[in-house]
């Protein structure tokens, strides 16, 4: 390693390292800097921001530029960092997973990329991430890696440790439709779908909630003033309480838009013979390639709301550490109409089989064994506040308890499994009031969990458990209280029939 030239960060790249550390400690900056502005002006409190803000921040960003080195050699990617712990980290081009780059506007009449390397790791971020790199150095980098992906292309498979035949089926599949990278984007997304999204997007209202509560603790003075005029002013008049009620779903729809312009802005999807190539963002351009043998499953989610706009959204399920911190799956189609969803889908991902509408159900559920919980704890929950508290509390909790029972009743009856091959499975569920279809690949599963109890075994019901790989965990689809016969029909797909036979035998036992 002595011989390798390493290159020193551009200086641009200061102003990420210093913006990276302000973002990990954000919430204390912001604690102490609304305490200053709500009237707490001691000097001391200035002094300590100060200090937090240099000691946490500038200074480690400006050791960490002066003292982190890249090297791109032949063989792969050198980097250097520390300074009485030195790091020295090599990465060659045939272990690089995934390639993720971003481009703050700040950086693009500089050409710099910043850039995240994915190899097989456990880690929960990326193995490399470069704050800022010449955008010629990124090309070397991916024509390198392409250049040893070929080299090995007879160990590489579209679908790892897949049976032989499934294997060779789906590279044809894929090699005849997708043999070169299409120059025009498969999927775009135009403003009407932003808009669309940012008004169907329910998360803005637990982000209304979190930033409400936050004020409330540290900004009581003003919340507490706000507060009470806006009750003067909605105190006995109806068109005054609509009137704010619309202001604030306005607000919140904006928040929203704005938020789906940031990130979806522009988004495209690209796809070649192996991998799958996403760009979206407006402050901040991303690029994430995606392999297809990193691809665990699929899932394609429908709120209620969005069932009225026959609306949903399709994840991808990813191995190892995606770098997305905020979830363990990728959108590839953030919102796109059901009459388009599945020929995109056959166009983005050939080898992979979807769903028709025929889901084997539970046709006579047993409604109570899913409202039970939520029914007594509306109950007692409700009745509770309404004795020690107030009418309105037992009101709210009761509508909120409502929601929810709604919502197992759904789910009762729209939970479902469809067998597409002996490769493919399809299942179907609700969580609350958004609808999940999961495809899943055989040997992707890594494990199938068959339970029932001494009281479910009489009426034939149980639950069943899939897990698979999302990010570094394991996500779970469950089906509950579904009659044992559906076990069994499960069961056998998972299973080689070697196995099948004390599973199966266990099965018919508890159904005696």
């Known amino acids: 390693m002595s011989n390798v030239d390493f290159q020193r960060l551009p200086k641009l790249s200061l102003v990420v390292l210093i913006l990276r550390r302000i973002y990990k400690i954000w919430g204390l900056l912001a604690i102490f800097s609304l305490k200053l502005i709500s009237g707490e002006r001691e000097l001391w409190l200035s002094l300590v921001l ?13 050791v960490e530029y002066f003292f982190y080195g890249y090297a791109i050699t032949n063989d792969g990617i050198e980097i250097r960092q520390g300074v009485f712990k030195k790091q020295a980290l090599s990465i060659p081009y045939d272990r690089i997973q995934a390639l993720k780059q971003k481009q703050w506007f700040f950086f693009e009449p500089f050409n710099l990329i910043q850039l995240e390397i994915e190899t097989a790791g456990n880690s929960n971020e990326a193995e490399v991430q470069i704050p800022a790199i010449p955008q010629e ?31 060779q089926e789906k590279e044809e599949v894929v090699a005849t439709s997708t043999s070169t990278l299409n120059v025009q984007p498969t999927y775009t997304i135009s403003m009407k779908q932003i808009l669309l999204f940012s008004l169907t997007d329910l998360s803005m209202l637990l982000s209304v909630f979190v930033i409400t509560s936050f004020l409330n603790r540290y900004l009581s003075k003003w919340y507490d003033q706000a507060m009470g005029t806006l009750d003067k002013l909605v105190s006995g008049s109806l068109w005054l309480i609509v009137f704010v009620i619309l202001i604030v779903l306005l607000i919140i ?20 013979a192996k991998e799958l190539t996403v760009e979206r963002g407006l402050l901040a351009r991303e690029k994430t390639v995606i392999p297809y043998s990193r691809i665990q499953g699929i899932e394609i989610k429908q709120t209620l709301l969005r069932k009225i706009f026959r609306l949903s959204s399709v994840k ?5 550490g995606n770098s997305d911190k905020d979830e363990n799956t990728f959108y590839l189609l953030p919102i796109v109409a059901d009459e388009e969803r599945t020929a995109l889908l056959q166009k983005l991902l050939p080898a992979w089989e979807l769903p028709s509408t025929n889901f084997t159900r539970n046709e006579e559920p047993k409604l109570w064994y899913f409202i039970r919980y939520n029914l007594f704890i509306g109950l007692i929950l409700g009745i509770g506040l309404g004795y020690f508290l107030t009418w309105w509390l037992t009101l709210a909790v009761a509508i909120f308890a409502a929601f929810l029972i709604a919502g197992d009743i759904w789910k009762a009856h729209v939970q479902g499994f469809q067998i597409l091959s002996n490769h493919f499975l399809a299942v179907e569920t609700v969580f609350g009031i958004t609808r999940t279809q999961s495809i899943l690949v055989r040997n992707k599963v890594q494990a199938l969990t068959c339970k029932t109890s001494r009281w479910l075994v009489p009426k034939q019901l149980g639950h069943l458990e899939l897990t698979i790989k999302a990010g570094n965990n394991s996500q779970t689809v469950a089906l509950k209280f579904i009659p ?24 018919k036992k508890r159904s005696l």
Do not use: H
């Not at 292309?153 to 294997?167: I, R």
């Open 484 to 507: 044992l016969a559906f076990q069994k029909n499960l069961a056998m797909w998972y299973l080689p029939e070697s196995k099948q036979t004390n599973l199966l035998s266990d099965i």
């Open 137 to 167: 150095v990124v090309e070397i980098i991916q024509a390198r890696k392409a250049q040893a992906n070929l080299q090995e292309a007879d160990q590489e498979m579209l679908v790892s440790n897949e049976p032989e035949e499934f294997s």
């Open 316 to 320: 991808l399920l990813l191995a190892t």
């Open 50 to 62: 100060v200090l937090v803000f240099l000691l946490f921040t500038v200074i480690p960003g400006m």
């Open 253 to 272: 729809i904006f928040c929203s838009f704005v938020k789906g312009i940031y990130l979806y802005y522009d988004f495209q999807v690209f796809q070649d």
